[in-house]
């Protein structure tokens, strides 16, 4: 049971994750001429800026038009769980959850389905519903299409946190972490509206495999005959 709630987790956190305090505002991305030739002469090579940033997260997200990755996924609860994670844009996506889970999330360009093979179960949404633009638009504007509530960066690696408010549920907040060379997604991690965290970490990442079609049919019938 533990196992199963702490699969879900992935999915709800992305239709309902972490309101903001009202009195947060967007973030400054471009700092003023002033502050630009105070900070100029001091600033060091390996650093980057709010806007350089969110413009090589923008170029890395538009260019991923697939991804075939291992994922690991650490639940509020602590509880681990890994498997393999396939997206191709637009609006395909699946995470094929290794045993003992027995949970599967899958978008098929119109709906996402959460799926227990054990309980023979299929829960189905609009992607619209779901934050997801980051991994299934074909293009993506973080600055346009989200709200930026805050970016960092060091010698090896960055973040930028946003906000989506259309999502079933409310306001939800991910933040999308970076390598820094080569500039890639490595990790995101949301919170939901308790305040509790959900973090999923990439590796071995392949961008230039374009997953089977197959992969992202939601069916009842596979479901059904599945067995454990």
């Known amino acids: 049971m533990m196992i199963r709630i702490a699969s879900v987790t992935v999915f709800c956190c992305f239709v309902a994750a972490a309101p903001l305090h009202a009195e947060s505002g967007p973030l400054q991305l471009q700092p003023s001429k002033k502050a630009q030739s105070n900070t100029a002469p001091a600033r060091q090579a390996s650093t980057l800026t709010p806007a350089e940033v969110v413009a090589k997260a923008n170029d890395y997200l538009n260019g991923a038009q697939t991804m075939v990755t291992d994922f690991v996924q650490i639940g509020a609860d602590g509880r681990r769980t890994d498997g393999k994670l396939y997206v191709a844009k637009p609006g395909h996506m699946r995470f094929a959850y290794a045993p003992p889970a027995t949970l599967e999330i899958v978008a098929d360009g119109t709906s996402v389905a959460v799926i227990d093979r054990k309980l023979h179960t299929q829960d189905l949404y609009f992607i619209s519903q779901t934050p997801l633009k980051f991994l299934l638009n074909d293009h993506i504007d973080l600055a346009q299409d989200t709200k930026i509530l805050d970016v960092t960066s060091d010698a090896t690696g960055a973040s930028v946190v946003v906000e989506d408010r259309a999502t079933f549920g409310g306001t939800s907040q991910i933040r999308l972490s970076f390598?820094?060379?080569?500039?890639?997604?490595?990790?995101?991690?949301?919170?939901?509206?308790?305040?509790?965290?959900?973090?999923?970490?990439?590796?071995?990442v392949d961008l230039a495999t374009r997953p089977d079609p197959a992969t992202f049919r939601i069916s009842t019938e596979r479901m059904l005959n599945s067995k454990n």
Not at 188 to 204: I, K, N, R
């Open 179 to 204: 390598d820094r060379d080569p500039f890639r997604l490595k990790q995101w991690t949301v919170t939901d509206p308790q305040g509790y965290e959900t973090v999923v970490s990439l590796s071995d």
